[in-house]
Nanobody, 123 residues
Framework: QKQLVESGGGSVPPGGSLRLSCLVS????????MAWFRQAPGKEREGVAG???????RVIESLKARFAISRDNAKNTLYLQIYSLTPEDTAMYYC?????????????????WGQGTQVTVSS
């Protein structure tokens, strides 16, 4: 059974950094297109970064300077590194996966989801 388990969230002051992790079990990470989404209270879920099976990575333009997506195939783990956090980054962060690669930042294109990890940025 495929499972995605996120970790690494927490409460940090503005300007801090976090690295979120998403451990994939039950299958090999490279078989999937994967992405990080986030959802703040009262807002729609938005895709922030994605990576396909061969490792081509994308980050939405507005976050490129501060967000980086990567993966460790040996650990079957997806990462999201976030620098210079702002209160606007406060959200639940989810990783998602699917064997077919649709529009990478469209949540409807992903069949498998983790439970989320909360990121709170506050002084």
């Amino acid at each position: 059974q495929k499972q995605l388990v996120e970790s690494g969230g927490g409460s940090v002051p503005p300007g801090g950094s976090l690295r979120l992790s998403c451990l994939v079990s039950g299958d090999t990470l490279t078989n999937y297109c994967m992405a990080w989404f986030r959802q703040a209270p009262g807002k729609e879920r938005e895709g922030v970064a994605g990576i396909n099976g061969v490792g081509t990575a994308r980050v939405i333009e507005s976050l490129k300077a501060r967000f980086a997506i990567s993966r460790d195939n040996a650990k079957n783990t997806l990462y999201l590194q976030i620098y210079s956090l702002t209160p606007e980054d406060t959200a639940m962060y989810y990783c998602a996966a699917d064997t077919t690669c649709d529009i990478w930042n469209w949540s409807g294109g992903y069949h498998y989801w983790g439970q989320g990890t909360q990121v709170t940025v506050s002084s």
